[in-house]
């Protein structure tokens, strides 16, 4: 079974562009998470969709935008992208059902901001 | 709001030597709790989870850990290690129902030969 692909995978786009990410989770998984992860920080949680809705979200800014479409696949955009912005971003997916914990992870799509 | 610690961010061991990874938490409701590792250029994968149950938990390529309800710690352990476990591993924990992980800020394992 083909896991989670994230396009693309590497990216360069200078201050104050915008950047749409793209992810199509594992087939017959529903719900998608986004995590920004950058050296020292560790993983911090974007948001999180199911079946087009999002469930829940972290502390990040209005610039950071996400959504879901009818076959799971999931979109996250950045708008007027900031230096600090520079990171590696990741997409998981999991059945979205009851709550068993695992979450499938793609390989990341890797922004640098110049 | 809960909280994740991991303690060492790097931690160099010998080949075939025991390891112990720590991990700390901070929750006032019950929570998951998972260790993930990343290997080089790639995703997490998942070693084992706590969800309830049973304080040790055993996971893939024999790590285990134990999660302890009063001193809030969820230790990662492995008895001997490879030169192949060399990687990155992230605690996390989950509230039930939520959908939302919060993870550590990682511990990297570097095994030497």
């Known amino acids: 079974k083909a896991g989670v692909t994230q396009t693309p995978r590497y990216l360069i786009k200078t201050r104050g562009q915008q950047v749409t990410l793209s992810c199509s989770p594992i087939?017959?998984?529903?719900?998608v998470s986004w995590y920004q992860q950058t050296p020292g920080q560790g993983l911090q949680f974007l948001f999180e969709y199911f079946s087009e809705t999002q469930r829940n979200k972290g502390n990040f800014p209005g610039r950071f935008s996400g959504r879901q479409f009818s076959n799971s696949r999931s979109e996250m955009n950045v708008s007027t992208l900031e230096l600090g912005d520079s990171a590696l971003y990741l997409c998981a997916s999991s059945s979205g059902q009851g709550h068993t914990g695992e979450l499938f992870f793609g390989e990341g799509s890797r922004l640098t901001v110049l | 709001a809960q909280s994740v610690t991991q303690l060492d961010s790097q931690v160099p061991v010998f080949e075939e030597a025991p390891v112990e990874l720590r991990c700390n938490y901070s929750?006032?409701?019950?929570?998951?709790l998972f260790w993930y590792v990343q290997y080089p250029n790639q995703g997490l994968q998942l070693l084992l989870k706590y969800l309830s149950g049973s304080t040790l938990v055993k996971g893939i390529n024999g790590f285990e850990a134990e999660f302890n309800k009063s001193q809030t710690s969820f230790h990662l352990r492995k008895p001997s290690v490879h030169i192949s476990d060399t990687a990155e591993y992230f605690c996390?924990?989950?509230?039930?129902?939520?959908?939302?992980?919060?993870f550590g800020t990682g511990t990297r394992l570097k095994v030497l030969a």
């Open positions: 087939s017959g998984h529903r719900s």
């Open positions: 996390a924990v989950s509230v039930p129902g939520t959908y939302k992980y919060i």
């Open positions: 929750s006032s409701v019950s929570v998951y």
